[in-house]
DNA sequence: GACTCAGATTGATATAAATCAATAGATCAA
DNA sequence: TTGATCTATTGATTTATATCAATCTGAGTC
């Protein structure tokens, strides 16, 4: 049972910028905006699930989500906190047209659904646009052989340091307050939960962070920042 | 010092297929092969260095090639075998124009560089080529997805299980002979070099596999699967 | 044929981290 | 207020895997 609400108008009103978007004349934002719908989410709704057929360009236009991949024995890999701006286009566009994760509501969540046909359009019609895609793309490449080095060759320390200064970038603060439940932390770095748990109880006994039920905050960023470089 | 030999003739000769290519028309091929050089490596040879500048886009015409990037400590981490018909676009294309993995020859190994002008110009005034390079990039991504599973989720007897598998399709057949060393073997599984050792030895002990030196051949390649499938 | 050197193999040991089990909070409904 | 339920936390134990150290093998060299 889901409880999304589907609102078609408002358009010319929205002023989220997303990465990529700049290269998109007048004519072709228009049919973007004919082909989409804004659609809000409640915290812990699903948006895509792993396994179904792709059909939409997703951008978050308010809230967070995570992207996360399902593992083995029912486990998940959380692969990023997607927040205002950012928009996903499935790897299975152009290949299999089937999505090859999930995306699942932090917070309540407004969004804007692109057509893929609307998409493909542009991407076709402007090669600026095609490059921004693939510059995306290039980039999410790279972020996937940071994440393969910090699976390879970190210990538990490296990786939970890495996810809390992660998380610092994507709340832009220093001292935030996540959504993400101790089980996604885990998730986000590869660790078990009691070991997440262990690894932040030793950081705040250090003074590296202090932390308080979802409250994080970084006291020493530098000591932070080592330890996930060394590992 | 390198022994490479450039060889510009014999272009209208070249039977080997890259997939993606057949997107593009004559004219545009004809640019390609104007740009293009043919540069032959010796075994052991790098091609591409991480954290050089890219400047080209390469192509395997003959022989295997390892794609692989630096972690920490010293220690790499093999991505890709690579083989005939294969191509690499660098993900610092459009970024930051580096190079951010390593390629080197597992055997003699006879490649084509594209200039990355070339190949701009075809992605810009081609759109069923852009598609394919951003199919292609897709392809890699999902990948590395399954690549993070195995590395978060599976212990090692199933990465190594998966690492033979994944050769066997290399090399396209159940037995092979391969370039790569133990280590190699290891940074392709993430394990250390005695325990790849130790797992092949238990995989042979067992009749699952016969390995003699760089021989290796697939005996029960459903129990391998199901090793490399349950983790 | 002895010598060297790099890679491969084996065994013993240390350690990181998962798992299991129990308890503690927190949130919600009745 | 009392259960009920879910998440978070803590402690004890087991297990997987890296590391260290030693030996072996084979290809090349003099």
Redesign the pocket.
């Known amino acids: 049972m889901t409880n999304s609400i589907i609102d078609i108008t408002g358009c010319e009103k929205c002023h989220v910028k997303f990465s990529g978007f700049d290269a998109l004349n007048e004519s072709e934002l228009y049919n973007f905006k004919q082909s989409h719908c804004k659609v809000v989410y409640q915290q812990g709704e699903t948006i895509i699930k792993e396994g179904t057929r792709c059909a939409n360009i997703i951008c978050i236009k308010k809230g967070y989500a995570k992207l996360f991949i399902k593992g083995l024995?029912n486990k998940n890999i959380v692969i990023k906190v997607l927040k205002e701006g950012d928009f996903i286009v499935s790897p299975g566009l152009f290949t299999d047209n089937l999505n090859h994760f999930s995306v699942s509501a932090l917070t309540n969540l407004s969004t804007c659904m692109i057509s893929i046909e609307a998409f493909t359009r542009a991407f076709r019609n402007n090669n600026r646009f095609a490059e921004n895609v693939l510059k995306l793309n290039h980039e999410i490449t790279n972020e996937l052989y940071n994440q393969l080095i910090n699976l390879s060759h970190?210990?538990?320390?490296?990786?939970v340091a890495s996810t809390i200064i992660y998380l610092s970038q994507i709340y832009n603060s220093k001292g935030f307050h996540t959504t993400l439940?101790?089980?996604?932390l885990a998730d986000l770095s590869?660790?078990?939960?009691?070991?997440?748990?262990?690894v932040?109880?030793d950081f705040k006994e250090n003074g590296i962070i202090t932390?308080a039920?979802?409250h994080i905050k970084i006291n020493s960023f530098a000591t932070l920042s080592n330890i996930s470089r060394i590992g």
């Not at 439940?181 to 996604?184: F, I, N």
């Not at 590869?190 to 262990?198: D, M, N, P, Q, T």
């Open positions: 024995e970190k210990k538990m320390t490296g990786r439940s101790r089980q996604d590869s660790v078990s939960k009691e070991s997440l748990i262990r932040l109880k932390i039920g979802n």
